[in-house]
């Protein structure tokens, strides 16, 4: 019965007021008139009394029956699934402390009496030293503190780390020993306070399954906030525009939409989409650094258990190359135990519940640490990957999360607009855990367990930060244009959420599997007029998935991007190296990058035929030479002379369709495609021209009609989307039914991300790219 009212606690912006609640009282009770004690008298004036214990009867003997039906091996987990473990206690105890008279603790038992160290890497053992453990062990400049519990070896050791048994842990006077389980990761509390007992400014909080990237905590976590050691750099943060948008899924920010963190509510799963924008803060106040792992990241069961085969490991992996990305107050983010830095500034935000169960105890820790950092005017910020962590293949137990699973949608709700008149940080973190088991969170028992904590805290010399102004309290400012930073997250391979998903992305996939079987052996040659550096990867992340390979042709070479050198006046002397490098291509494709191919429209187009762009009249046009300028003039002489020295079926095929020698025939030659079969001729013909200075508009549109009569073309381009100029990238001039479109100006990745959502109305399967 607790259990069910627990869920159905109003949701509430203040905290009640402590003091006893006192019943009315009623004088007329006290002297009500005597009445008569026939039986149908006293049942007719006791019926709702009756009718009470009548009900309370018959819920115990429910109860007893679920008990021995499940001991009998009936399902009572199934019936009960989705009761919270915690026990809601209505009026908790709230603790009286003298925050003036705590006595000092110090290290008087271990030979660790004098040791001091700023950087303490804090992790839980119940077993034998795991390799991962010892490569941390070998990090400079931290200090591994391993905690034991009840599980652990009693032989335990690793040369060069602190290691606090359980009969250490009894005898080092910190109050919160008493309420700590003996047989749980919990324990870590008693590590951090001996942390901070013996210099600790920065607390890595890990478990012993992880290792770290690179084997530099540093490399990927700000460790230093201030001083010279401090990157000086401001910080995506996530936008507070919209006031309905509690918590985030940071997974999709580091590549993975279809991926949740422990913790996520579940109701908050099927949120894919990545933001519309982001804001900057400036660093230097992220408290608390939550770092992403890669291979096995801190995911809950039903995710564990719903997303693989039960025998095969899990081996995700996140965006190294995303930046880090702050939360601002009023949106919170899950918060484990796992892979977690925490600054001096954050350390009271350390403790683990005790009365929840072990699987909910960092998360809930995180929401809670996370809604107080903002009264210190803190943040916290998730870091890309900064640990691989193995999957062992081991159970996720659900009935471990149901404390998640049931109540942290509601508890974010409630944090957020949890208020505190409190004038000390420790006062109001005291009374917001009493708030908490006042609404069902966690039980009285976490309340004296803060209370001891604190109490710690102050003993091993901790100072409490000051309080800042809360910003949720204060009109917000508008978000401007300028203020708004777009970064379109990558979407890495994983699996997809739900069923009607899966079923439209597996007819896309269908499509590429298709494009890619058509042209899977056709080459890509692209000359990039625009900055290679800010583009070629991009065409080849787009051209890539569906041609045998992406060639890209610049006027200045890049080595490191795999990009060639070749003049666009004279491309096409370029060709006849690459048709000899990739003699088992099927077909040579050639593509400017101020024209967009449509792939998906060119299925139908027969691969053994040339193509090109002969009927589309602004592309292929005739020139008088007469009354013309030199360049002209210069240009017809110039084909004259290959075209006297053609091998004679080139040269017939050429004569029959120019017919006029007293014009120039120039295509702007944007996309053109050669097949193998042509290979040869072309080769020929590019060897006729020499080192004849014919331009490249000049020498295609005298090439095509050799190697073949343009009767005999594929007019695939003939309904390509073809204009001179048009002032700048427009959606209504793109159409994905066509099979090319021209012009189109892509000069940076933001120009990119636009023409690939366009695109994706025709390969929808595009924007898993940004």
């Given amino acids: 019965m607790e259990n069910s009212t627990q869920i159905l606690v109003q949701d509430r912006a203040k905290p009640k007021n402590n003091q006893p609640r006192s019943r009315p009282f009623s004088a007329s009770n006290r002297f009500s008139e005597t009445k008569k004690l026939d039986f149908s008298t006293w049942v007719s004036e006791n019926l709702y009394k009756i009718i009470t214990i009548f009900l309370l009867i ?38 009286v402390i003298n925050w003036n008279s705590i006595p000092r603790i110090v290290d008087k038992i271990t030979p660790f009496a004098n040791f001091r160290s700023e950087k303490w890497i804090v ?116 936008s507070h525009e919209n006031p309905n948008k509690t918590v985030v899924n940071p997974y999709i920010h580091f590549g993975q939409r279809s991926v949740w963190p422990r913790g996520l509510p579940l109701e908050n799963v099927g949120e894919i989409g990545h933001e519309e924008f982001y804001t900057e803060v400036f660093g230097g106040r992220q408290f608390i650094q939550q770092g992403i792992s890669n291979g096995l990241p801190d995911v809950d069961s039903v995710f564990y258990f719903t997303r693989k085969p039960v025998l095969e490991a899990f081996d995700i992996r996140f965006d190294e190359h995303a930046p880090k990305v702050a939360l601002p107050q009023g949106t919170m983010v899950p918060v484990n135990s796992f892979n977690t830095i925490f600054h001096s500034s954050a350390f009271w935000g350390l403790m683990l519940p005790v009365s929840v169960s072990s699987m909910a105890s960092d998360v809930l820790r995180g929401y809670w640490a996370q809604r107080l950092l903002w009264e210190v005017g803190g943040y916290v910020v998730v870091y890309p990957p900064t640990v691989h962590r193995y999957d062992r293949i081991e159970a996720y137990p659900f009935s471990e999360e149901k404390d998640l699973h049931v109540n942290v949608g509601r508890l974010i709700k409630f944090l957020v607009g949890w208020r505190s008149d409190k004038h000390r940080l420790f006062e109001k973190i005291l009374e917001l855990s009493y708030v908490m088991a006042e609404e069902g969170f966690w039980t009285e028992k976490d309340v004296q367990f803060t209370a001891a904590w604190l109490q710690d805290l102050l003993a091993v010399g901790y100072q409490q930060p000051r309080l800042m102004s809360l910003e949720l309290d204060r009109p917000r400012a508008n978000i401007g244009h300028g203020d708004k930073k777009e970064f379109i997250p990558q979407k890495l391979p994983s699996v997809h959420l739900g069923v009607e998903e899966i079923g439209t992305v597996n007819y896309e996939i269908g499509n590429l599997i298709h494009w ?255």
């Avoid at 007893?64 to 105890?93: E, M, V, W």
């Avoid at 400049?141 to 009894?170: C, F």
Wanted: aromatic share 12%.
């Fill in 516 to 770: 890619r079987k058509t042209f899977g052996n056709v080459v890509l040659i692209m000359f990039c007029s625009g900055p290679v550096e800010r583009t070629a990867l991009e065409w080849r992340l787009l051209y890539g998935r569906i041609f045998k390979t992406v060639i890209i042709l610049s006027g200045q070479k890049n080595v490191d991007l795999a990009v060639e050198e070749g003049q666009l006046d004279h491309a096409y002397k370029y060709l006849p190296k690459l048709f000899n490098r990739y003699t088992s291509a099927e077909g040579f494709l050639f593509l400017q990058d101020d024209t967009i191919l449509n792939y998906w429209n060119l299925l139908q187009a027969d691969k053994t035929k040339l193509w090109i762009t002969n009927k589309v009249s602004e592309s292929w046009t005739s020139v008088s030479i007469a009354g013309n300028s030199d360049w002209f003039v210069k240009q017809a002489d110039l084909v004259k002379k290959v075209v006297a020295t053609m091998p004679v079926h080139l040269q017939v095929n050429y004569k029959e369709t120019i017919k006029d020698q007293q014009s120039l025939t120039i295509c702007n030659s944007e996309v053109f495609y050669v097949p193998r079969r042509f290979a040869t001729d072309f080769i020929d013909l590019v060897n006729l021209v020499g080192d004849l200075d014919i331009h490249h508009k000049v020498a295609i549109p005298m090439f095509f009609p050799a190697l073949d009569l343009p009767q005999n073309f594929d007019p695939v381009f003939s309904s390509m989307v073809y204009k001179q100029n048009i002032p700048s990238n427009s959606t209504s001039f793109y159409s994905a039914e066509v099979p090319a479109v021209h012009p189109w100006n892509v000069s940076s990745e933001q120009d990119f991300i636009k023409l690939i959502r366009i695109m994706a109305s025709g390969d929808p399967l595009l924007m898993e790219l940004v």
């Fill in 58 to 95: 018959t819920t115990v003997a429910a109860l007893f029956f679920l008990r021995n039906y499940g001991a009998a091996g009936g399902d009572t987990a199934t019936l009960l699934c989705l009761q919270s473990t915690q026990s809601h206690s209505i009026h908790p105890k709230f603790p």
């Fill in 123 to 238: 992790v839980s053992v119940s077993f034998q030293p795991s390799d991962s453990l010892r490569k941390m062990n070998s990090i400079k400049g931290w200090q591994v503190l391993a905690v034991g519990n009840s599980k652990t070896p009693k032989d335990w050791s690793l040369k060069g780390a602190i290691y606090l048994s359980l009969e250490i842990q009894a005898q080092l006077g910190f109050r919160v020993v008493d309420y700590l389980p003996y047989d749980s990761y919990v324990r870590k509390s008693v590590g951090y306070l001996f942390a901070i007992q013996h210099g600790a400014k920065k607390i890595y909080d890990v478990d012993d399954r992880g290792d770290v990237i690179d084997n530099d905590i540093g490399k990927h976590f700000d460790v230093e906030l201030i001083g010279e050691g401090a990157r000086q750099e401001v910080i995506l943060q996530y």
